[in-house]
């Protein structure tokens, strides 16, 4: 299949072109697309053939649920049996954003996208040409990161076609993502609830809204929560290492003579997040065998940086 780039600036809608790429879902395709977090790969929600077809082009397990990506809060009480009262609290305050809500589902959402679990996680993205797309399509749009599984989630159209070219129907390239890492996903299923994945919207930003908040403390040992967390994630080829200060950094380069290394540095955690993932995707290309990382403290945007750097370097 070829795929097809339709290219649109992320604050001037051209109504032709969100309507061609509308029709693709509706027909039952594959649209990748811009959002504020990373981009995704967009089917109708609604549609079992459509869902499988992601899992197919991206090498997805099965058992890894998917986000439905809505427009407004009418979608949502199609898709959500319940919305707690916190829930409704988070959404007044945060959407449309990077922020994704894991709810009791409804009949109408097929087990493909849930994996089987009675929850549905749901998100209303801010990007302009994202919320254009799922109002034109008329549905509420699955869409997982657009990359192949286990590599690092795309920031750029030209990261979605490296790694799911010729794989979809098209893409539509807005330019680089705001943020650069996945949304903060939250479990409103239980009274308080819980971070499943630390994202921009920090646990503190939701307690000051609805009180306590609990955190996933190692995903990766318990039975996972958020089933995707249990998979190798975000890797590119080389090998990571994290370092914590100069001392270990010098300590990493002498212990790897022989091996070509890449240093990533920031300015900022704003930075890291949106750069990240690209530098990775760039030291594959460069050839780099060893990418070495500092850490960033784990609180508040660090925990969502940290959250994937660990996942990238294989714990
Ligand atoms: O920012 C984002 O969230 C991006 C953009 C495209 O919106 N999407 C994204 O999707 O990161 P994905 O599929 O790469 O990650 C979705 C995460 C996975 O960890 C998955 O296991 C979890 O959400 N998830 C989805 N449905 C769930 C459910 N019903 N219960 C628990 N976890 C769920
Ligand atoms: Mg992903």
Same mark, same amino acid.
């Given at each position: 299949?070829?795929?097809?780039?339709i290219k649109?600036?992320?604050?001037?809608?051209?109504?032709?072109?969100?309507?061609?790429?509308?029709?693709?879902?509706?027909e039952?395709?594959?649209?990748? *697309?811009?959002?504020?977090?990373? !981009?995704?790969?967009? %089917?109708?929600?609604?549609?079992?053939i459509?869902?499988?077809?992601? *899992?197919?082009?991206?090498?997805?397990?099965?058992?890894?649920?998917?986000?439905?990506?809505?427009?407004?809060?009418?979608q949502?009480?199609?898709?959500?049996?319940?919305i707690?009262?916190?829930?409704?609290?988070?959404?007044?305050?945060?959407?449309?954003?990077?922020l994704? *809500?894991?709810?009791?589902?409804?009949?109408?959402?097929?087990?493909?996208?849930? %994996?089987?679990?009675?929850?549905? %996680?749901?998100?209303?993205?801010?990007?302009?040409? %994202?919320?254009?797309?799922?109002?034109?399509?008329?549905?509420?749009?699955?869409?997982?990161?657009?990359?192949?599984?286990?590599?690092?989630?795309?920031?750029?159209?030209?990261h979605?076609?490296?790694?799911?070219?010729?794989?979809?129907?098209?893409?539509?390239?807005g330019?680089?993502?705001?943020i650069?890492?996945?949304?903060?996903v939250v479990d409103?299923?239980?009274?308080?609830?819980?971070?499943?994945?630390?994202?921009?919207?920090?646990?503190?930003?939701?307690?000051?809204?609805?009180g306590?908040? !609990?955190?996933?403390?190692?995903?990766?040992?318990?039975?996972?929560?958020?089933p995707?967390?249990?998979?190798?994630?975000y890797?590119?080829?080389?090998?990571?290492?994290?370092?914590?200060?100069?001392?270990?950094?010098?300590?990493?380069?002498?212990? !790897?003579?022989?091996k070509?290394?890449?240093?990533?540095? !920031?300015?900022d955690?704003t930075?890291?997040?949106?750069?990240?993932?690209?530098?990775?995707?760039?030291?594959?290309?460069?050839?780099?065998?060893?990418?070495?990382?500092?850490?960033?403290?784990?609180?508040? *945007?660090?925990?969502?940086?940290m959250d994937?750097?660990?996942?990238?370097?294989?714990?």
């Amino acid at each position: 299949m070829k795929t097809k780039i339709i290219k649109l600036s992320p604050d001037n809608t051209d109504t032709n072109k969100i309507e061609e790429a509308a029709r693709i879902i509706r027909e039952s395709g594959l649209v990748a *697309f811009p959002t504020e977090t990373v !981009y995704g790969l967009g %089917a109708n929600g609604l549609d079992e053939i459509a869902v499988r077809r992601i *899992f197919a082009a991206k090498g997805r397990p099965s058992d890894n649920p998917l986000i439905l990506h809505v427009c407004n809060t009418k979608q949502v009480k199609t898709l959500a049996a319940k919305i707690p009262v916190k829930a409704e609290k988070l959404m007044k305050k945060f959407w449309p954003g990077p922020l994704t *809500f894991v709810l009791k589902k409804t009949e109408i959402v097929p087990d493909i996208v849930t %994996a089987g679990l009675d929850s549905v %996680a749901v998100r209303m993205p801010k990007n302009r040409i %994202a919320k254009d797309l799922i109002k034109a399509s008329g549905f509420p749009i699955a869409a997982p990161s657009a990359n192949i599984s286990g590599r690092p989630s795309p920031t750029s159209a030209e990261h979605v076609l490296d790694d799911l070219d010729g794989k979809i129907d098209a893409v539509i390239d807005g330019g680089e993502v705001d943020i650069g890492l996945e949304s903060t996903v939250v479990d409103m299923t239980k009274d308080i609830p819980t971070i499943l994945r630390p994202g921009k919207i920090t646990k503190k930003q939701l307690e000051v809204v609805v009180g306590k908040i !609990y955190k996933v403390k190692s995903p990766d040992h318990e039975k996972p929560r958020a089933p995707g967390m249990k998979y190798r994630h975000y890797s590119p080829r080389g090998k990571i290492e994290l370092v914590r200060n100069e001392d270990e950094l010098k300590k990493v380069v002498e212990r !790897y003579p022989e091996k070509k290394i890449k240093i990533l540095s !920031y300015r900022d955690e704003t930075e890291m997040g949106k750069k990240m993932f690209k530098d990775f995707r760039d030291s594959d290309k460069e050839g780099y065998d060893l990418i070495v990382v500092k850490e960033v403290e784990d609180k508040d *945007f660090g925990s969502a940086i940290m959250d994937r750097l660990r996942k990238a370097s294989g714990g």
